[in-house]
């Protein structure tokens, strides 16, 4: 199988220069309409790794979209919202006979432009930056317009005369963009309950497997990673559903289904605590009390006498 290729855009104005549009007005930040995009033909044969974020909302998506080593078919009609940070490998395969009309916008936003401030430090809290696109944010018609209304005040102030106060006042923006985000993206744990619940099934089947083979023995307690790759979701979004489901994080999950198996060895067998221990993926005994008295109050062997 041939390697793709791999191509690094490492500033907005050759991502301009690249996809056929004028030179941007600013060199670290940029709007684009999604529908004045050239696509070189290509394109679809090459990884991309942008220096930048991007932040867009996209009608009329009809491919293919790789991230990472997984891909996604998408045919969407409605606003969907992505979000890509610097050093992230993706692909896009479009569809060329589709007749679905692509419309949207694009924010591009180079790290010199939020160098120094609050929200350089804080970009990298937004689970959203780390998630695979299965996870992108389908909006209302009423989310997508408040974020349109946000944009047009960035593109107000980006083709006005540049004072001392356009540069926060841009950035301002930029942070409401992402804090109604994690409102919307909160939203669609909840509206989209049956899409989440068929997620929190697999993960209980997962583990129940997990639990019931000699995995524990061999590789010990299944990693929040771990976990999240067999789903085919990143970690944060796994955690952050979770949280809003069951009120807990997946570590918690994870060590709930543990203390389960834990009570029913020590109510239905006569294996010792290091036998259970071992069995549970412990390599220690004491490690397995500690966490097995954190999450009962009760010692293991405390807990096995008050069956007797």
Excluded: C
């Amino acid at each position: 199988m041939e390697q793709r290729q791999t191509q690094r855009i490492k500033t907005i104005s050759e991502f301009h220069q690249l996809r056929g549009l004028p030179k941007p007005e600013h060199p670290l930040i940029s709007i684009i309409d999604y529908n004045s995009i050239k696509k070189p033909m290509d394109s679809d044969e090459i990884n991309w790794i942008f220096d930048f974020y991007q932040i867009s909302v996209k009608r009329g998506i009809d491919g293919k979209f790789k991230y990472g080593q997984n891909e996604y078919d998408f045919d969407f009609d409605e606003g969907v919202l992505f979000f890509i940070a610097p050093n992230q490998v993706f692909n896009i395969a479009v569809d060329r006979n589709s007749k679905v009309k692509r419309s949207g916008w694009m924010l591009l936003i180079h790290p010199d432009f939020i160098w120094n401030t609050a929200l350089a430090k804080n970009i990298k809290n937004y689970d959203f930056f780390d998630y695979s696109v299965n996870e992108a944010l389908f909006l209302s018609e009423k989310e997508e317009k408040i974020l349109q209304g946000i944009i047009e005040n960035i593109r107000q102030e980006y083709h006005a005369t540049i004072d001392q106060f356009s540069k926060q006042i841009i950035i301002s923006h930029v942070e409401a963009i992402l804090n109604y985000s994690e409102r919307f993206y909160h939203r669609q744990f909840i509206t989209r309950e049956k899409v989440n619940h068929q997620i929190l099934e697999r993960l209980e089947r997962i583990l129940e497997d997990y639990f019931e083979n000699e995995d524990l023995i061999t590789k010990g307690l299944p990693s929040v990673q771990n976990i999240a790759n067999e789903l085919n979701i990143s970690p944060k979004y796994l955690s952050s559903l979770l949280k809003v489901l069951t009120g807990q994080s997946t570590q918690q999950h994870i060590h709930d289904k543990l203390i389960e198996k834990a009570k029913e060895k020590l109510s239905t067998s006569t294996l010792s605590i290091s036998e259970i221990a071992y069995q549970l993926g412990f390599e220690h005994s004491q490690s397995f009390s500690k966490l097995f008295k954190t999450k009962t109050h009760l010692s293991p062997l405390a807990f096995r006498q008050s069956f007797n």
